[in-house]
């Protein structure tokens, strides 16, 4: 039943096509032919163009994300499509193109003109026009004035961002290098005084201080008997007594102080008119009882020590600077002292003397620092680290220390000259201290300098500069 339903319409279809045949044709109407639907539908849709260059890759013939690197078929049999380099889409190449594409506008206007352009990958090969190369990658273009720069390169925008290079201005700036030392604690030589007579003497009696006691200006330390200073205060008085207004005693006053009589002694004279039998000395200066000689009973000899007194209000620290070092240590400088026996314990001073001598064994200098002691807190010969603030002391150019590239034999810093174009340049370097480095010629202050990954710049600076050198004459057009 279905087969002779299919039939039936199938008769009715063919019928109908005759019949509107037949009255199109006795109008004059003509249908049109297969071919010329062909033809029209050619004309309109463009033939789409030709990949140039390498093929890149293989990809699905129904667009599909499958690709291959090499030839491939599908599962029917059928051919996966070539990829050529000209077809592949790469985005390095537009923003290259974007990004270069005003430039060329402006050269058009007359301020540079191409000269040539030269192979991306640093090849001696160039072209008078734009071309590719067997990878697919434009040729750069060489603008006038570019083609003398020796070793600078230029750089693309893109590849500045994805390979990290950073910049920076170089500055004028103090550089500081702190110089950590050992050192020792010692007493200032300036504030040591020494008790003693200037006559023979006897001692009656000591004072009951001890070496290590800490002693006040002025304070009792000896009572003494002596007969040259008895003679010299008994013809003072009889001076005095003879002579109400004392214009004679001069001489004889003159006397008593030339042998270290104290000025009380004296003083008890001019008022008793009597010369006392023995004198007592105080202490010259209030410090630390470093020696005690003085005995009672004994015989002082003049000029014999009896007292070592040292003021310890400021001390001196002494530090053994290494002989490399001494350039960069100046009198005058800040020092940190801390003392290892009391931790936590930070003194400030300044250095104040540089000793004129090397130590021929250890290679060192000693170098003195000036410390105030509060509380007497030093002592002496104690253990001391040392921090001195060394450095040039005055504002001079810098950059970080990451912007030089060092080989050994010389230094080098990368100039950013703008619009992605590098130089390198040879430097003279100075001082190192706390991140920065001191150039003393090559750059200038304000001048950009590259300060992150700049050894690939110089690395491709120097490629280039070896290309150069080997790319004879003629290949240039």
């Known amino acids: 039943m279905k087969r002779i339903a299919t039939s039936f319409f199938a008769l009715v279809a063919l019928t109908t096509a005759g019949v509107g045949g037949y009255w199109a044709g006795l109008r004059g109407y003509t249908a049109p032919s297969l071919s010329s639907f062909v033809d029209a539908w050619s004309r309109e849709r463009p033939a789409p163009p030709k990949g140039t260059g390498p093929v890149i890759y293989f990809r699905h013939p129904d667009g599909e994300p499958i690709y291959s690197a090499n030839p491939r078929r599908t599962e029917d049999g059928r051919d996966f499509t070539a990829v050529h380099a000209s077809e592949d889409v790469n985005f390095d ?152 207004r004392g214009a004679a005693a001069s001489g004889s006053l003159q006397r008593l102080e030339n042998l270290g009589v104290p000025a009380e002694a004296v003083a008890e004279i001019r008022k008793t008119r009597k010369v006392p039998i023995s004198v007592t000395m105080t202490a010259p200066r209030g410090g630390v009882v470093l020696e005690r000689m003085a005995v009672d009973g004994m015989k002082a000899e003049p000029g014999e020590a009896l007292f070592r007194i040292a003021d310890i209000s400021t001390v001196w620290v002494v530090a053994d600077v290494p002989e490399y070092e001494l350039g960069s240590v100046r009198v005058g400088a800040e020092a940190t002292i801390r003392i290892r026996s009391k931790p936590g314990t930070v003194l400030k001073g300044k250095v104040g003397l540089i000793y004129p001598q090397v130590d021929t064994q250890t290679r060192t200098t000693r170098v003195r620092i000036e410390v105030p002691s509060p509380d007497g807190i030093l002592l002496g010969n104690m253990y001391a680290d040392v921090e001195i603030a060394a450095g040039a002391g005055e504002p001079v150019v810098t950059v970080p220390d990451s912007a030089v590239i060092d080989t050994g034999e010389r230094q080098v810093v990368i100039i950013d000259k703008g619009e992605g174009s590098f130089e390198p340049r040879d430097v003279k370097v100075g001082m190192r201290g706390q991140g920065i480095t001191e150039i003393r010629e090559g750059v200038e202050e304000g001048d950009q300098v590259v300060i992150s990954a700049n050894f690939l710049i110089d690395a491709e600076s120097n490629l280039k500069a070896a290309l150069s050198a080997l790319t004879p004459a003629e290949t240039k057009p």
């Open 93 to 244: 190449s537009a923003t290259a193109a974007a990004a270069e594409a005003p430039a060329e506008a402006t050269n058009t206007a007359g301020e540079k003109r191409i000269l040539y352009y030269r192979n991306p990958m640093g090849l001696p090969d160039t072209s008078p026009v734009p071309k590719k190369d067997s990878m697919g990658m434009d040729y750069i273009p060489v603008y006038e004035g570019e083609e003398n720069d020796g070793s600078a390169v230029k750089v693309p925008t893109g590849r500045l961002q994805r390979t990290g290079v950073k910049t920076g201005a170089a500055t004028r700036s103090v550089v500081v290098r702190p110089v950590r030392v050992p050192g020792t604690v010692q007493f200032d030589e300036r504030r040591v005084s020494v008790v003693s007579t200037r006559t023979e003497a006897f001692v009656e009696q000591v004072a009951q201080v001890t070496t290590g006691e800490v002693i006040a200006e002025g304070q009792p330390l000896v009572r003494f008997y002596s007969p040259e200073i008895a003679a010299a205060g008994a013809q003072y008085a009889t001076d005095l007594n003879n002579s109400p």
